[in-house]
T-cell receptor, first 115, second 114 residues
Framework: DTGVSQDPRHKITKRGQNVTFRCDPISEHNRLYWYRQTLGQGPEFLTY????????KSRLLSDRFSAERPKGSFSTLEIQRTEQGDSAMYLC?????????????FGPGTRLLVL | AQSVTQLDSQVPVFEEAPVELRCNYSSSVSVYLFWYVQYPNQGLQLLLK??????LVKGINGFEAEFNKSQTSFHLRKPSVHISDTAEYFCAVSDGGATNKLIFGTGTLLAVQP
């Protein structure tokens, strides 16, 4: 059983650089979520895709952040001109179609450190 | 707006002792409640969830939680903990709306000591 995978697992970058993260959801899941988790906090919702459509974006997602899911399968999250405040764990989750309260299955996360 | 409060940031407990991790939520609509566990350097794993029906919910690894609507609580319990239960535990709420997004609490570190 293949779960949600994320790549890379760790990323160290210098302030001002661009970074891109990838998420591969469970194959039959059409719902995909991105969350951000900072030290000592719970995950915070960033954005949601249903198939290829981005249906909701949090106010946390500034103009420097962009997410795509071009074919309704994998998704990418790009951060442009990174800042030290972007240092966090970025989590991806997917869930099957239909049904309220569906379980979200989380990937292992990408830990970003901006120097 | 929905919110989740986990008042205990850390709960130390001895192995084989019982434990309760507290969670209170705030919502003006019907909610769906979840407990997730996060082991070091890993993603989140679902322990259990409440959608409707019986207010006592049983999950994996011997955990259970009770939904109390009048007290707006969803406390997590285990009668006897093991060293391997040491992890961060997150309570979350969803309104089951169009996105079904989760709102998480700040987490409780369960530290099981021998």
């Amino acid at each position: 059983d293949t779960g949600v995978s994320q790549d890379p697992r760790h990323k160290i970058t210098k302030r001002g650089q661009n970074v891109t993260f990838r998420c591969d959801p469970i194959s039959e899941h059409n719902r995909l979520y991105w969350y951000r988790q900072t030290l000592g906090q719970g995950p915070e919702f960033l954005t949601y895709f249903q198939n290829e459509a981005q249906l909701e974006k949090s106010r946390l997602l500034s103009d420097r952040f962009s997410a795509e899911r071009p074919k309704g399968s994998f998704s990418t999250l790009e951060i442009q001109r990174t800042e030290q405040g972007d240092s966090a764990m970025y989590l991806c989750a997917s869930s099957p179609p239909a049904g309220v309260g569906e379980t979200q299955y989380f990937g292992p996360g990408t830990r970003l450190l901006v120097l | 707006a929905q919110s989740v409060t986990q008042l205990d940031s850390q709960v130390p407990v001895f192995e084989e002792a019982p434990v309760e991790l507290r969670c209170n939520y705030s919502s003006s609509v019907s909610v769906y409640l979840f407990w997730y566990v996060q082991y070091p350097n890993q993603g989140l794993q679902l322990l259990l969830k409440y959608l409707s029906g019986s207010t006592l919910v049983k999950g994996i690894n011997g955990f259970e939680a009770e939904f109390n609507k009048s007290q707006t609580s969803f406390h997590l319990r285990k009668p006897s903990v093991h060293i391997s239960d040491t992890a961060e535990y997150f309570c979350a709420v969803s309104d089951g709306g169009a996105t079904n997004k989760l709102i998480f609490g700040t987490g409780t570190l369960l530290a099981v000591q021998p």
